[in-house]
């Protein structure tokens, strides 16, 4: 009787130190923010893919809409300091006009459309793996939440997403798809970095509350800050390296 009851014991004694390990270790659960993070994430994801869909006029009252909004809060946020109005032409005037010219060109849906899913990506992926595994910070004085490890997972899955992304629609050749991605990662990370830093400087947390999660619209297309004008460039003077 006493083996047999310990037999029976065996499973539940397995089940406990499990338990324990899995409570000792470093990796979080999806936490509640995450999710909110992640659907509001697909709702603007939805809604620029709608307005790319349907594109002309309802994809610039998008852009001119975020736009409107993103310095609105740039406003709010720097108090309306003067000194201010000049950063603002390059972190929002700039970003939208540049998206506002890649719709132009004969591939402008699919280049924007891969911008999106890249910089989306990036800022997923970097969030989450870093939050869960990220340890050492990059620059915590300016972006407590920034890791090393969130960094790569970022540069990781943007890369990826990039090479799927010319696999199925030929917007780069294949050979510098992986290197595209990897430097929109880096390049969308700085933006991030920028705004926190702006933030920093104004003492607030959050651009603005419209975005559930993420705080307000800038906080939200940030990654588009560096990346949107680069990519505009690129396209324009690198075309050679671009499948037209």
Same mark, same amino acid.
């Given at each position: 009787?006493?083996?047999?009851?310990?037999?029976?014991?065996?499973?539940?004694?397995?089940?406990?130190?499990?338990?324990?390990?899995?409570?000792?270790?470093?990796?979080?659960?999806?936490?509640?923010?995450?999710?909110?993070?992640?659907?509001?994430?697909?709702?603007?994801?939805?809604?620029?893919?709608?307005?790319?869909?349907?594109?002309?006029?309802?994809?610039?009252?998008?852009?001119?809409?975020?736009?409107?909004?993103?310095?609105?809060?740039?406003?709010?946020?720097?108090?309306?300091?003067?000194?201010?109005?000049?950063?603002?032409?390059?972190?929002?005037?700039?970003?939208?006009?540049?998206?506002?010219?890649?719709?132009?060109?004969?591939?402008?849906?699919?280049?924007?459309?891969?911008?999106?899913?890249?910089?989306?990506?990036?800022?997923?992926?970097?969030?989450?793996?870093?939050?869960?595994?990220?340890?050492?910070?990059?620059?915590?004085?300016?972006?407590?939440?920034?890791?090393?490890?969130?960094?790569?997972?970022?540069?990781?899955?943007?890369?990826?997403?990039?090479?799927?992304?010319?696999?199925?629609?030929?917007?780069?050749?294949?050979?510098?798809?992986?290197?595209?991605?990897?430097?929109?990662?880096?390049?969308?990370?700085?933006?991030?970095?920028?705004?926190?830093?702006?933030?920093?400087?104004?003492?607030?947390?959050?651009?603005?509350?419209?975005?559930? !999660?993420?705080?307000?619209?800038?906080?939200?297309?940030?990654?588009?800050?560096?990346?949107?004008?680069?990519?505009?460039?690129?396209?324009?003077?690198?075309?050679?390296?671009?499948? !037209?």
């Amino acid at each position: 009787m006493v083996k047999v009851s310990g037999v029976r014991e065996m499973p539940k004694r397995c089940i406990e130190k499990l338990k324990t390990r899995l409570s000792s270790c470093k990796v979080r659960a999806v936490d509640r923010n995450f999710l909110i993070r992640l659907v509001t994430a697909g709702f603007w994801g939805g809604a620029f893919v709608v307005g790319l869909s349907y594109g002309g006029v309802l994809f610039y009252l998008l852009l001119f809409s975020l736009a409107m909004v993103s310095s609105f809060e740039w406003h709010q946020m720097t108090c309306g300091h003067r000194w201010f109005y000049i950063p603002a032409v390059a972190m929002i005037a700039l970003p939208y006009a540049s998206m506002a010219y890649i719709y132009t060109l004969p591939h402008g849906t699919i280049i924007l459309s891969w911008l999106i899913l890249s910089i989306w990506s990036t800022d997923t992926a970097a969030y989450f793996l870093g939050r869960t595994l990220g340890t050492r910070k990059i620059i915590p004085a300016i972006s407590p939440g920034k890791t090393w490890v969130g960094l790569w997972a970022g540069i990781a899955f943007s890369a990826v997403s990039t090479l799927v992304m010319s696999v199925i629609f030929g917007i780069f050749y294949v050979p510098h798809s992986i290197l595209i991605g990897a430097v929109i990662a880096v390049v969308a990370q700085c933006g991030d970095v920028t705004e926190s830093a702006v933030k920093r400087m104004c003492k607030v947390k959050d651009s603005g509350f419209i975005v559930p !999660g993420h705080g307000g619209v800038m906080d939200r297309m940030d990654g588009f800050i560096f990346t949107a004008p680069l990519v505009a460039y690129y396209v324009k003077h690198f075309s050679k390296f671009f499948i !037209g």
